[in-house]
């Protein structure tokens, strides 16, 4: 990964017709310091860095969000449905997983590789509230592709979430669709 010079960054700022105080407000940091990075007296952190290079993305329409990269609507189950209906669901979509919601509320994520692990000879007829994973990372309609990538580093899935409403879901298929 090429990080950009702070001639880089002055030029992109300029090109976009951006003064540094807007650059500054974008990017949430202060204007003397876009000064002192540009004048190349301070190296900036990776994090401030990352967060003016959005900005400057966000200014040309490149940065991708949430709301671009989700598959809605959201096929899900409830958590009272049957892992069997549950498995016909996924075989019928060709879904390796399916994310469990109440409500519009998020409640999990069931997968094939959660139910296979399973010894029960029964395990088609357990709620798949016995069987999925708990644990779900969600995300507002607004993140950027760089924090739901780093999501899913370590989740099979980022849900969407507004106003407590899933809305939609991202998986590593769905920003490989945007970037390629």
Known sequence: MDLPTPEDLRERRNELGLTQSDLAEHADVSQPLIARIEGGDVDPRLSTLRRIVNALQEA?????????LMHSPVVSVEPDASVH???ELMD???YSQLPVIRDGIPQGLISTSVIRQRSEDNVGELPVAEVMHESITTV??????????AHLDH???VLVVEDGQTVGIITEADIARHIS
């Open 92 to 94: 019928q979509k060709s």
């Open 140 to 149: 507002e309609p607004d993140a950027t592709i760089d924090a739901i990538d």
């Open 85 to 87: 209906e549950t498995t």
């Open 155 to 157: 989740n099979d899935a």
């Open 60 to 68: 040309e329409g490149g940065l991708l969000r949430a709301s671009d």
